[in-house]
């Protein structure tokens, strides 16, 4: 596949020439790492535990398997697993042939991925049987027979069995091929390692398309290259974990935060890193305790489960030191508690999908800078602007934008959209924000019309388009209502045919045709007509006010 991406010469000479880019391939960082780290532990899940050495052999046997299916450097794969072994491996054996890896998180359903998949073309998809009741490889088979760019179906089984390179674990439908049968095929190879080095891609060559919302609900696939994806792993360590090798991620592996530091962060460091396919406090708490995690990063309503966990005081977390909360902002009470009672440092920081963790604390920051959303990462910067694009003075409210090492390299949809989004080299990201004297930021809300729920975006005018189909709606906005734990929640504003609908039944319907579950609103409020600008456009913000009082 062509990839048209917005990045220079002169761009990648400046990063190099000041020492940003590296020009590393994760693979050369993992195959080091493993000649050094052998029987040591590299992760651990719900399964149980794969060593470096297990897992380099896994890799080289997987990256030749794919080889021979065809699949060749700058073809995309889809991957659509949980946070589980199989999920990393798959990405080093891609990279390392020149494969461009496209997560998709395993809660999305028909609707969602087949608007990711339509614009990705992956030549293969690999997945798993079912996650949490749902049949992910049943869809993906529908997706197949639909979509003639989807040549290979690659189903992971329940149990993994990863090591073996004989056998069969057929468990997905028919016409595909499971996770071992693609490794024995990889196993049978002729291909030599030096067939393999021919693959070996260009630092600056796109690695990675990971789809975020916008303002209008369609996705955007957000490119980056080794060098863009490996500095902000860098920066992250360097920043959050310095002296950590004992990491967790229980945020999906498969958006920026579990990709960039879930993934590929642990593999730099060299350490082992332990997986939670579902969120459980109670059972962070016991891995933190088993494992000796020292660093984790997640949603901010992470912490707040954490802190509610019974009888946390009595719970060794004493090697705990440095959870990174974002997505949204950490009630001060929250963090208040979180200092009193817990060992580690809790850091807010602010990102996106385009720029990684661009901003965040340092674990040596006095509190009332940790409650802020942290000072830009070495070699980026943030600046707040009024609607000119003028800088706006400490602590005046502003749009925010960024620029900097970690900057993705445009959208999979062109260079119309991906420059679209820049102004006179900075890159608008839709919130707002204020700066302090010191550089630190505070998030003060979006001008992009999404709701972070739970960290999780949720792409509002597809819900809304879906809505509008029910034959009791004849209008509605989809606004974000204030949650304790979550952050937000969506309320669906709605101008009623002639009967009022209830909230299950609306979701029912986002259910029938499809709607990821947690995209669902859940509230559900009715009005006689929406405040209008004069060229026909909702204003929720007063909608807001008017239904929520917000």
């Not at 997706?143 to 056998?167: N, S």
């Not at 709606?473 to 009623?496: Q, S, W």
Request: aromatic share 8%; net charge negative.
């Amino acid at each position: 596949m062509f990839f048209e991406t917005t990045l220079t010469t002169d761009r990648i000479d400046a990063m190099r020439a000041a020492g940003h880019w590296t020009d590393e391939h994760m693979f050369d960082r993992f195959r080091a790492r493993g000649a050094e780290r052998g029987t040591d532990p590299m992760i651990i899940d719900a399964y149980g535990t794969v060593t470096w050495a297990e897992a380099m052999s896994a890799v080289d046997r997987l990256s030749r398997g794919v080889l021979e299916l065809g699949i060749r450097p700058g073809d995309v794969v889809q991957l659509q697993l949980p946070n589980r072994r199989e999920f990393p491996l798959a990405v080093l054996a891609l990279e390392r042939i020149g494969v461009v890896v496209n997560p998709v998180a395993p809660i999305f359903r028909t609707k969602e991925v087949s608007v990711m998949s339509e614009l990705a073309r992956p030549r293969a998809v690999i997945t798993v049987d079912a996650f949490r009741g749902y049949g992910l490889a049943a869809m993906h088979g529908q997706l197949r027979e639909a979509y003639d760019w989807i040549e290979h179906l690659i189903v992971v089984p329940p149990d993994p069995t990863f090591v073996k390179a004989e056998g069969s674990d057929r468990s997905g439908p028919a016409d595909t091929m499971s996770w071992a049968e693609v490794l024995a095929l990889g196993a049978r190879s002729d291909l030599t390692d030096r067939s393999l080095d021919l693959c070996r891609p260009s630092p600056n060559d796109v690695c990675e398309v990971m789809f975020t919302s916008g303002t209008t609900g369609q996705p955007k696939g957000v490119m980056h290259t080794q060098n863009t994806i490996n500095v902000a792993t860098d920066l992250w360590l360097a920043r959050i974990a310095p002296d950590c090798s004992r990491f967790h991620m229980a945020s999906t592996l498969a958006h920026q935060t579990g990709y960039l530091y879930g993934v590929r962060a642990p593999i730099a460091a060299g350490g082992a890193v332990v997986y939670q396919e579902v969120w459980d406090p109670v059972e962070f708490a016991r891995l933190i305790e088993e494992h000796r995690i020292e660093a984790s990063m997640g949603a901010t309503p992470f912490l707040a489960d954490l802190l509610a966990v019974e009888a946390l005081a009595q719970r060794d977390l004493s090697s705990f030191k440095a959870f990174v909360c974002a997505g949204a902002a950490i009630p001060l009470p929250v963090l208040e508690r979180a200092r009193d009672e817990l060992p580690c440092t809790v850091m807010p920081g602010w990102g996106m999908t385009e720029t990684g963790l661009s901003t965040t604390g340092r674990r040596d920051d006095p509190f009332e800078k940790l409650a802020t959303d942290g000072a830009a990462v070495a070699g980026n910067e943030v600046q707040i602007v009024d609607p000119d694009g003028c800088p706006v003075p400490a602590g005046t409210e502003g749009d925010l934008q960024f620029r900097g090492s970690e900057a993705f390299v445009g959208y999979i949809q062109g260079r119309a959209l991906s420059e679209s989004c820049w102004r006179d080299g900075w890159f608008d990201t839709g919130d707002r924000a204020v700066m302090d004297a010191d550089g630190y930021i505070s998030i003060s809300g979006r001008t992009k019309d999404i709701i972070i729920r739970g960290g999780e975006n949720v792409p509002v005018k597809e819900v809304e388009d879906v809505l509008l189909r029910h034959p009791s709606v004849a209008g509605v906005a989809v606004i974000a209502k204030p949650h304790d734990r979550l952050g937000e929640i969506g309320c669906a504003v709605v101008i009623a045919n002639e009967e009022h609908p209830t909230l299950d039944e609306l979701t029912g319907f986002l259910d029938s045709q499809g709607v990821t579950r947690q995209f669902w609103p859940e509230d559900l409020a009715f009005v006689e007509e929406f405040p209008m600008t004069p060229s026909g456009k909702i204003q929720k913000y007063r909608l807001r006010q008017l239904v929520l009082g917000v």
